[in-house]
């Protein structure tokens, strides 16, 4: 499962930011890269079936502040 997943993201680099360093937008290319990398870094992790911390807690917790 792990290796379907880095053949896709593989694939995913390849293709979609390119375009953007292509037409010179370096901003919108490192944010579509940091994104690109935290979304693969979840996906190895669950395809590794390794238990990931959830983030209710702390949502839960930002929103009673909040109100």
Do not use: E, H, N
């Amino acid at each position: 499962m792990a290796v379907i997943v880095v053949m896709i993201y593989f694939f995913v680099v390849l293709l979609d930011p390119y375009g953007l360093l292509k037409q010179g937008m370096k901003r919108d290319f490192y944010v579509c890269s940091t994104l690109c990398l935290f979304s693969f870094c979840i996906a190895f992790a669950l395809a590794m079936k390794w238990q990931l911390p959830s983030p209710s807690p702390l949502i839960v917790s930002w929103i009673s502040k909040l109100f």
